[in-house]
């Protein structure tokens, strides 16, 4: 049973404009969520989080929005680059656990 | 620089045979874990350990073995009862278990086991 789901297995979106990863949750006692980026033969690199209680995060061209009633968040990243090519994965945590779930990743490709 | 090395990149071995991944950090991080990476699979926790001589079988122990001499390491025994060795390993660190949105992970850059 897969408690973080990331339905589109791919996504392709033109330099410059935005693009917009979805990610789904069924636990609602999660209690943060993060997104990791990975690059072939890599290990993900942490990209950014969210706490539970807030419904919005920012850095730089990166912002996670979470809806807690829908059990959904987003990353939007705007605007996209080249080297925003990549597999990003959705992750939740509860606070009292040891273990990250994480979702099945969407691979993001940027076009020229 | 500190970091997490996992070696070698690239690992074959017949079926049948056991085989330990490396995975060496030096960042001071007290939890360290093993994922296993599939196509279109994501990443499953294999084990996790929160501190030395001590770890946790995670979603997928079946046919891993683990230990936890020393803070720096934490290798993978992939043993020839595991059905489907084949796959991407990452080992992670992250400053304690638990609470990770103050302590994400920290991954290395994976081993790929190929078994025939």
Redesign the interface.
Known sequence: DQQVKQNSPSLSVQEGRISILNCDYTNSMFDYFLWYKKYPAEGPTFLISISSIKDKNEDGRFTVFLNKSAKHLSLHIVPSQPGDSAVYFCAATLGRDDKIIFGKGTRLHILP | DGG?T?SP?YLFRKEGQNVTLSCEQNLNHD?MYW?RQDP??????IY?S?IVNDF?K?DIAEGYSVSREKKESFPLTVTSAQKNPTAFY?C?SSVA?????NS???????T?LTVT
């Open positions: 997490i996992q990149k939890a994922y279109g699979q994501g990443l499953r926790l996790y929160q946790q995670g990452l992670a278990a638990g609470g990770f949105y994400p992970l920290h991954f290395g850059n994976g790929r």
